[in-house]
């Protein structure tokens, strides 16, 4: 099946600075969405975008369509501690809203 | 609003034994979905439900995994018998129904599955 190549896979950077990952595959995506997940809790939703090209943004969070449709990225802008978190991109290919999900980029955030 | 509720948070058994979960989709949600969450991995989806049909379960194991949500709503998962490999988290989630214009999907804090 499809595989969702998500990096980088862990991230430690200061207060205050700016982190950025991406998404890419080898298929075309309709929808790419981008999930938080804090430790024992489940996945959070942060961004969704539904159109190749289109730029999103969520308070500090930034996230883009590839246009070839099959990467997105997503940037956060002056990190806090409270950014820290795996965030998970995921793409759907079908109508039947099966989402594929990458493995995760654990985020560190340190004082 | 409320959540997609899930029970029990924690789990503990041997290899081999039985285990079942629980889930209660956020209201209205027609598509209801369990995924496999392993340690250090992302989601796997395992069942979709749409209403009380199943939509996907191609990545279900058969032989031990089963899924049910007789009346729309509420979905239970089990596993019998289980193995090592099982250990993970198991997540529902829910959808108003499937499809891009029906996403996001919402999901619950999930079932940590230890097994012994």
């Known amino acids: 099946g499809q595989q969702l190549n998500q990096s980088p896979q862990s991230m430690f950077i200061q207060e205050g600075e700016d982190v950025s990952m991406n998404c890419t595959s080898s298929?075309?995506?309709?929808?790419w969405l981008w999930y938080k997940q804090d430790p024992g809790e489940g996945p959070v939703l942060l961004i969704a975008l539904y159109k190749a090209g289109e730029l999103t943004s969520n308070g500090r969070l930034t996230a883009q369509f590839g246009i070839t449709r099959k990467d997105s990225f997503l940037n956060i802008s002056a990190s806090i501690p409270s950014d820290v978190g795996i965030y998970f991109c995921a793409g759907l290919t079908d109508s039947w809203g099966k989402l594929q999900f990458g493995a995760g980029t654990q985020v560190v955030v340190t004082p | 609003e409320a959540g997609v509720a899930q029970s029990p948070r924690y789990k503990i058994i041997e290899k081999r034994q039985s285990v079942a979960f629980w889930c209660n989709p956020i209201?209205?949600?027609?598509?209801l979905y369990w995924y496999q969450q392993i340690l250090g991995q992302g989601p796997k989806l395992l069942i979709q439900?749409?209403?009380?049909?199943?939509?996907?379960d191609s990545q279900l194991p058969k032989d031990r995994f089963s899924a049910e949500r007789l009346k729309g709503v509420d979905s239970t998962l089990k596993i019998q018998p289980a193995k090592l490999e099982d250990s993970a988290v198991y997540l529902c989630?829910?959808?108003?129904?499937?499809?891009?214009?029906?996403?996001?999907?919402?999901f619950g804090d999930g079932t940590r599955l230890s097994i012994l």
């Open positions: 209201s209205g949600h027609a598509t």
């Open positions: 298929s075309i995506f309709n929808t």
């Open positions: 439900f749409q209403n009380n049909g199943v939509v996907d």
């Open positions: 989630a829910s959808s108003l129904g499937t499809g891009v214009s029906n996403q996001p999907q919402h």
